[in-house]
């Protein structure tokens, strides 16, 4: 059986991303996400837990992320889990982390018009903020149906 890597996650920042460059010049964007799951125990007392995921954005993504994300923003965003492992310097001890690296995200809270829309890994540039227009309609209306007993 094949392998299959996603994960779509909605959560506010938790700190300004941060953008570097590579001595390529790829950008890549680090950021910090929180995700609240609210819930009742058993008992009926309402209890919040929340997680906090790091995030890995990468070329135009990380860019636009960078100009347009904010602390305490929200995004809704698509990716792959990714395991880094290294050696602690000091201790010697290995280390492990679980990270996502972005594929696509949408920008939650753009309603005031301040960003784009939406970027993913197959058009990183911003999206207008308009919805996306549809294919026209057929010339002929579809022929009205033969029976005027509808079921419901």
Do not use: H
Request: hydrophobic share 35%; charged share 30%.
């Amino acid at each position: 059986m094949g392998s299959y890597n996603k994960v779509i996650l909605a959560g506010n920042l938790t700190r300004d991303p941060e953008l570097r460059y590579t001595p390529k010049g790829t950008a890549i964007a680090r950021l910090g996400l929180a995700l609240n799951r609210s819930f009742t125990t058993d008992t009926g007392e309402k209890r919040e837990e929340v997680t906090f995921v790091d995030v890995d954005a990468f070329g135009r993504q990380a860019e636009v992320l960078g100009q347009y994300m904010k602390k305490g923003r929200q995004i809704l965003l698509e990716g792959r889990l990714r395991l880094d492992q290294w050696e602690d310097k000091n201790s010697g001890q290995k280390q492990s982390k679980l990270r996502v690296v972005l594929e696509s995200f949408t920008f939650v809270d753009s309603g005031r018009g301040e960003f784009p829309a939406e970027a993913s890994s197959a058009d990183t540039r911003p999206a207008p903020a308009a919805p996306p227009s549809r294919p026209p309609r057929a010339a002929e209306p579809a022929p009205p149906p033969e029976d005027d007993d509808v079921p419901f």
